[in-house]
């Protein structure tokens, strides 16, 4: 890795350039506070340079695991091969000794030695983790280096019965051997992500640290797409649900602190003017009187926007005292109504669960129906949607081909106070195969919300004030 044209101060802004490309909002005030920590602390010390530039930097929670990505990118732990006293065993051939290096992994697991693990990590991506052939190495181009190549030869998982006999010995105590079984499983993944480390510096020192960046650093929870996260990526997402129910609860208090005059009431302010002769010196406004209004949602919760349509579900819970009454109707091929799943007390983290197990919700082929709930939530419930209702709808807005019924939706939003639709498809993919989006969206604003950010913005603008 080449030295920063511009020394440390240099870097450091680069470093700072590279957060605000990944969502982290880094201001000049924050930069300057991050310089003063290169001066302040030892640079020899890189977990002291860690903390102290996460403290400079960061101002919301979320943003650490881009952070330590970006750290570790541009303020590498070694460079190359860099010094380790843990030694590959080879063969005379040649070759790494495997078995002898599964030896030595096995007694640093066992001992729990993290320093001695990440050197031997460091080590074996050295001797494993380099792929050859054209185009990847030597003369012909910058070098390959592979996680899985390394972890597939290396395999740490079979190691645990090993590692987990010798620990226990004689000792039967089922509960101790479970504590001791996980301890081990801890270890073997935190080895497996320092060998993801390593070979995420050798890479970035061969094809730079841009390049890397752009598929190795996670995406914070507001900028995950619903419709391409992970099972992970959503459990993090519904523990957002709370942190961010509190903070758009308290931007509605403001708004509701600012509004709290209604519109200028022009007989008053003419009758105080008597008083100043004639010139509205005191303008009088009429008192406002904000009603909660009545909220019915309407939202599909096939596979395709499951994820999107429960988070959004656990949004509305979280904000429900915010309305007079939130009434919850799910569908696939027709629709049902789920409120009582969504009451105070149920389990919210698999209420999603209950609602396809308990709620009939498929007629045929499970395949989203549009046109088909619409008109059940019509035939139904034909009072559920009042003029003092929010008509609220979840979903792509892909018929599988199936009649839109726009004539149903039509009569739904005449009857609403207000209606909006929300579609976690990018808007570009609206209208493009069996999606009536389009369509939709020509009778009632329709919003894109793709990542929980969007989302924040649109169910903001939509709180009553």
């Known amino acids: 890795m080449t030295p920063p044209p511009h020394g440390l101060p240099g870097h450091l802004v680069d470093f700072v350039g590279a957060l605000r490309r990944h969502q982290v909002p880094v201001g000049p005030g924050e930069t300057v506070d991050a310089a003063a920590v290169l001066g302040a602390v030892n640079l020899l010390h890189r977990e002291q340079l ?4 996460a403290a400079a930097v960061l101002r919301r929670s979320g943003q650490r695991a881009v952070f330590d ?17 843990v030694e590959v065993p080879w063969t005379p051939d040649g070759e790494v000794d495997l078995d ?54 290396v395999s740490p998982e079979t190691l ?8 226990m010995g004689d000792n039967e105590n ?25 070979v995420r510096r050798r890479t970035a020192e061969t094809r730079g640290r841009d390049q890397v960046a752009k598929t190795a650093v996670p995406k914070q929870a507001e900028q995950v797409e619903f419709l391409s996260a992970y099972a992970d990526q959503l459990a ?25 005059r209604g519109q200028m009431d022009l007989r008053r302010t003419l009758r105080r003017s008597m008083s100043t002769g004639g010139v509205p010196m005191r303008p009088a406004f009429r008192t406002r009187r904000p009603g909660r209004p009545e909220l019915v949602v309407f939202c599909d919760v096939s596979g395709s926007v499951a994820g999107f349509s429960h988070f959004t579900l656990l949004l509305v819970q979280a904000l429900r005292e915010q309305f007079s009454k939130v009434r919850v109707f799910a ?54 949607v009042g003029p003092r209702s929010s008509l609220l709808i979840l979903g792509d807005g892909r018929t599988n081909y199936r009649d839109p019924n726009l004539a149903v939706l039509r009569r739904l939003i005449g009857q609403a106070r207000h209606s909006h639709w929300l579609n976690p498809e990018p808007r570009k993919q609206w209208g493009s195969g069996d999606s009536a989006a389009l369509r939709y969206a020509e009778l009632m604003p329709m919003h894109e919300c793709r990542t929980v950010a969007q989302l924040a913005d649109v169910v903001e603008t939509l709180l009553p004030v």
């Open 50 to 53: 860690r903390e102290g530039l």
């Open 69 to 85: 990505t970006l750290f570790d990118l541009y303020f590498p732990a070694a460079q190359g091969r860099g010094q380790s006293d």
């Open 100 to 153: 002898a290096l599964r030896d030595i992994l096995a007694d640093l697991l066992r001992d729990g030695d993290d320093a001695a693990l990440r050197e031997l990590a460091r080590a074996v991506v050295d001797a494993l983790g380099a792929a050859s052939g054209p185009g990847q190495g030597g003369p012909n181009g910058p070098r390959n280096w592979s996680t899985y190549q390394v972890l597939r030869q």
């Open 160 to 167: 645990l019965a090993g590692i987990l006999a010798d620990l």
């Open 174 to 198: 089922a509960f101790v051997e479970e504590i001791t079984r996980r301890e081990i499983r801890q270890r073997i993944a935190e080895f497996r992500r320092m060998v993801t480390e390593e």
């Open 236 to 260: 993090q997402l519904r523990r957002t649900v709370h942190p961010l129910a509190r903070r758009l609860a308290s931007r509605l208090a403001v708004r509701r602190k600012h509004a709290k």
């Open 331 to 384: 569908f696939v091929e027709r629709a049902d109504e789920v409120t009582h799943l969504f009451a105070p007390g149920n389990d919210l983290a698999s209420v999603m669960t209950r609602v396809l197990r308990e709620a009939e919700l498929v007629t045929f082929d499970g395949h989203s129906d549009y046109g088909g709930s619409l008109a059940s939530l019509v035939e139904h419930w034909p009072d559920a």
